[in-house]
């Protein structure tokens, strides 16, 4: 019978930080489950690799802090490359209440240490992209250390690295069930506490309670049974069906999201930021000679929604030209677009931390697009409560799925 400290649901870029987070903590016989017969076929291949730390909420203020560094620092620290490019991310405003807003949220950014957050004027933002139509932006903000990651290069990083250290990757593997079993008063197992073993850290207590609750005892496969007590829910878009295999309900659904590439395109700068129109939601930037296009459909409905919908393209191309005149003039092959899915919860905040009755059971799920610029901080944050119960990272309780049941919603109003 195959056996394993613990098991991680998901390849992607979070299933793979996570995989790099514990491996480098010590606890190297962690295996890793992808259904799929390559990595990234989910949300990660799919994302726009954006990074900003251009948030409203302390936790995702703080959590893109550390991430962003850490991109800065992937090559040399993870010894593969994560192609950060600090081309920065531009908020435009075009009325006072958003204009407002900018300068709220940066001066909570400057309180948490994010100290690069200019406000820029209208002439500032000509400068840097002068295609725009600014008759009507107010000003805005700029950070430079915003930009973009490769987000498939990251997962491979990630997850090379913990494979280097000991860490396995099944591919093509189906997962099929959860097992839990009841458990016992004293929280004992046959593996001993909570089953991890691991080098480093080992003055710390279990993250696991004394409980007398279900319990983990193993993942069913398409490859066989997988003894652990310890299962880490990383399915992204499908983490809920997953968390039901285990008895345990989790708020994450589906929700589609498109983005549409142009031809080649020279007559916007070879560099320029994301620049976001607050008027419409709109946003773009530069991806190779052409542009990327995105744009957030108020009327997309939830659900496992993964082709791209050919009529999105008259509507994001409708909005792009009346921000960027030039782009009406951009060619766009559909067949070239595509779609991916957003894995959204209630407060479009991340869901991270244990289940609250089942124990070993791990929730890093819910990332509402952010997945991928928070990989880094969601990884370690899940390793420490794995490994040590708590993280310094951050206040991990406001992120408990708890939180839900509890009324303690945590509204994040920066969604692209």
Known sequence: M??????IIGSGIVGSSVAYHLAEAGCTNVLVLEREAHQGKGSTGKSMGGVRAQFSTPVNIQMSRYSIDFFSRFDEVVGHPADYRAHGYLFCATNERHLDYLKANRERQMSLGVNNVEL????????????LRADDILGGTFCQTDGFVDPHSVMMGFMLNARERGARLWLDTQVTGIEVDAGSADGSSASGGNGVGFKGRADETSALPALDERRIA?????RGFISTRVVVNAAGAWAAEVAKMAGAELPVEPLRRQLVPTEPFDKLP????MVIDMSTGFHFRREGKGILLAWNDPEETSGFKTEFDPTFVEKILTRAAARVPCLAEAEVNPRRAWAGLYEMTPDHHAIIGPSPNVAGLYFVNGFSGHGVMHSPASGRIAADLILLGHSDLIDSEQLSVERFRRGKFLEETAVL
């Open 2 to 7: 195959e056996t394993a400290d613990v098991v």
């Open 120 to 131: 820029v004027s209208p002439t500032e933002i000509l400068e840097m992209v002068p295609q």
């Open 218 to 222: 193993g993942v069913m496969t398409s």
């Open 270 to 273: 070879r560099r320029f930021p």
